[in-house]
């Protein structure tokens, strides 16, 4: 009976060891950073995640987009096998090329339309790097030094427009701008060269621009600031602020591009180019580090040069044969429009809940990218009943329980879905 047992709790997951090991195991050798749900996910397939016993729990956090082709993709599985077994996945140094990074930066270039069109149509270029956060620290000396160079601003003096609420990430130059104090709080000295100003306020940005603004990095939507997107016209607004002003405009959509809100990318809302862009998260389907860091070649060749940047992984051969794949499976199975799709019957749905709630304030977004702002600000405690009840889900700045499941969830997985929210929040 034992050997039964262990031969059913070794099917799902890496060890047999029990969740209490687990718990017990984490709290004493790693570091606890994260506030965690009593949850161990064993295997993760598709939309949905399973605990030991074989349980499954509908994914609505798709690990911030990160699992925007849904877990384990069998296309990017395969392609990452076959690397692997083809012997061109490992790492090898940057003073070489391989053909596997020069087609993922192809492939990205020309998916994106030309960036930063003022510069010239000589298409754009890419540097990619691992997690999100790098390629926004990328993003951040590329403004930094346009100014430098291309306005004069004196090296030192240069600053960026950045927004309230903002989430880019948590390196120390990136929590510096944070408004959020736990995120900075105790890590001093911060990285100066910021003004942070009210998100989807034009009249706002226009007052901080001064002869040392060198750009403007803002999310189109806000994901961790509360699930927001801006006014109508906003993104219209700084880019005619940014031209007006020579600065570079650079969107983060680590979280809301490939096709999470509705669209391949968030900015084709208001049909706004900006002069750079940040992606990563599903850029590699989940099963990889991997950013990037794209703008117009002009841009991209006056900022970096043999020297000025480098990342041993960034970039490295595994990394880009996921994001190829990634891409494809994006492209292919036109998953912004299944987003569209799905994601306009999930809100529809909540909105119903919430016309008969007393709890919710607010039900906004794009897509599959959906937030549910509760009246009591108390977010996580419904997300704690809907773990219960085989739905993860996280709250977004507290108040809001965030819902932004794969992007492949069909109707039967929404229907899941919407009766354990009515659960929750008609009680």
């Known amino acids: 009976m034992n050997k039964i047992k262990e031969q059913k709790q070794q099917k799902y997951g890496y060890s047999p060891i029990s969740d209490e090991e687990v718990f017990g195991i984490a709290k004493e050798y790693a570091a606890q950073h994260y506030g965690r749900f009593d949850f161990v996910v ?5 939309a949905w995640l399973y605990d030991i016993e074989g349980n499954k729990y509908l994914d609505c956090l798709a690990a911030y987009s990160a699992a ?31 053909d596997v990074m020069a087609l993922f930066s192809k492939k ?11 510069f010239g149509n000589q298409g754009n270029k890419v540097l990619p790097k691992n997690g999100g956060v790098e390629s926004v620290e990328t993003a951040i000396k590329a403004i930094r030094f346009y100014g430098f160079k291309q306005k004069g601003i004196p090296d030192g003096k240069q600053e960026i427009i950045v927004f309230d609420n903002n989430f ?24 100066p060269g910021f003004i942070s100003v009210e998100y989807g306020n034009l009249k706002a940005v226009e007052n ?21 997107q801006p006014p109508e016209g906003f993104l219209k607004g700084l880019r005619e602020i940014s ?20 669209k391949m990318f968030c900015f084709e809302y208001e049909n706004v180019i900006p002069d750079g862009i940040i992606l990563g998260k599903a850029i590699s389907g989940g099963l990889l580090p991997l950013s990037a860091f794209v703008s117009n070649s002009e841009i991209m060749d006056m900022v970096f040069t043999p020297g000025s940047d480098g990342s041993t992984f960034g970039g490295y051969p595994l990394a880009c044969v996921a994001g190829i794949a990634a891409l494809d499976v994006i492209i292919n199975e036109d998953l912004p429009a299944r987003a569209a799709k799905m994601g306009e019957i999930l809100k529809s749905r909540i909105m119903k809940i919430a016309e008969h709630s007393a709890h919710i304030k607010e039900v906004r977004g794009r897509g599959l990218f959906i937030g549910i702002e509760v009246n009591n600000g108390n977010a996580m405690e419904y ?12 709250d977004s700045h507290g108040h809001t329980i965030r819902i932004s499941p794969p992007l492949i969830i069909n109707e039967e997985q929404i229907d899941y879905l919407i009766e354990r929210l009515e659960k929750v929040l008609l009680d």
């Not at 390196?171 to 701008?177: A, G, Y």
Request: glycine content about 12%; aromatic content about 6%.
């Open 208 to 228: 901080a621009v001064n002869e040392n603004t060198a750009g403007i990095l803002v999310e189109p939507m806000q994901g961790e600031g509360g699930m927001y």
């Open 243 to 262: 031209d007006e002003n020579d600065l570079l405009l650079v969107f983060d959509e680590i979280q809301v591009g490939l096709g999470r809100t509705g």
């Open 383 to 394: 997300c704690q009943k809907l773990l219960k009840l085989g739905v993860l889900a996280n």
């Open 42 to 46: 064993r295997k993760a397939e598709g």
């Open 168 to 191: 880019h990430g948590r390196m120390i130059t990136v929590i510096s701008f944070s408004t959020t104090e736990k995120y900075k709080k105790g890590f001093g000295p911060l990285t």
């Open 68 to 98: 925007n082709q849904g877990h384990h993709h069998p296309k990017i599985v395969n392609a990452i096998v076959d690397a692997l077994r083809g012997n061109y996945a490992s790492v090898l140094s940057n003073m070489v090329y391989t």
């Open 108 to 118: 990205l270039a020309t998916l994106l339309p030309q960036l930063g069109p003022r």
